[in-house]
T-cell receptor
Framework: LAKTTQPISMDSYEGQEVNITCSHN???????ITWYQQFPSQGPRFIIQ???TKVTNEVASLFIPADRKSSTLSLPRVSLSDTAVYYC??????????????FGTGTQLKVEL | SQTIHQWPATLVQPVGSPLSLECTVE??????LYWYRQAAGRGLQLLFY??????ISSEVPQNLSASRPQDRQFILSSKKLLLSDSGFYLC????????????FGQGTRLTVV
């Protein structure tokens, strides 16, 4: 599975938009790009998934360029509660269902007042 | 949606002692199940995954083993713990529907002393 590279940490302030970019140069044709959020001592929580172009849900937007070698997670108007580690990963849906997810080290986002 | 139960939440074990962590899943049948480990300040490492009863795939060589005695039960074991086995252990299950969204349990914090 493709390796991902993302910044180790980012700082922001409440109310700002935060964009976290991830590179995945070796992404394969049948790989999806997925982002998870993790709070300390909890399991990761799914945020958003995309294959190409732009995907938006009630929490975030995901921008994927045509070559799919990178992606950007956009969090609008962050709050203190968005302080967490954000993981970018590529996942492949396995034949018969399920997936195989490879996590990197993630980006520690710190939101301040 | 699926719910994953893991226990215990925390565990302190001496070096050389055995280990048994249990994970059970509700809300689905015949799920793929995964064990991840997260060392302090690190990303998640996939240890084992299972596509069915008695079917286990190991992702990395290690001191641990996994078993799937029932459809919705996944067990992580060790005969003799090492200091390096300390970490945060997470059980996961993909969302029914075959995308790259996965549900994670609350995790077990294992400290080997």
């Amino acid at each position: 599975l493709a390796k991902t590279t993302q910044p180790i940490s980012m700082d922001s302030y409440e109310g700002q938009e935060v964009n976290i970019t991830c590179s995945h140069n070796n992404i394969a044709t049948n790989d999806y790009i997925t982002w998870y959020q993790q709070f300390p001592s909890q399991g990761p929580r799914f945020i958003i998934q995309g294959y190409k172009t732009k995907v938006t849900n009630e929490v975030a937007s995901l921008f994927i360029p045509a070559d799919r070698k990178s992606s950007t997670l956009s969090l609008p108007r962050v709050s203190l509660s968005d302080t967490a580690v954000y993981y970018c990963l590529v996942g492949r849906i396995l034949t018969g269902g399920g997936n195989k997810l490879t996590f990197g080290t993630g980006t520690q986002l710190k939101v301040e007042l | 949606s699926q719910t994953i139960h893991q226990w215990p939440a925390t565990l302190v074990q001496p070096v050389g002692s055995p280990l048994s962590l249990e994970c059970t899943v509700e809300g689905t049948s015949n799920p793929n199940l995964y064990w991840y480990r997260q060392a302090a300040g690190r990303g998640l490492q996939l240890l084992f995954y299972s596509v069915g009863i008695g079917q286990i795939s190991s992702e990395v060589p290690q001191n641990l083993s996994a078993s799937r005695p029932q459809d919705r039960q996944f067990i992580l074991s060790s005969k003799k713990l090492l200091l390096s086995d300390s970490g945060f252990y997470l059980c996961a299950c993909p969302r029914t529907g075959g995308n790259t969204e996965a549900f994670f349990g609350q995790g077990t914090r294992l400290t080997v002393v």
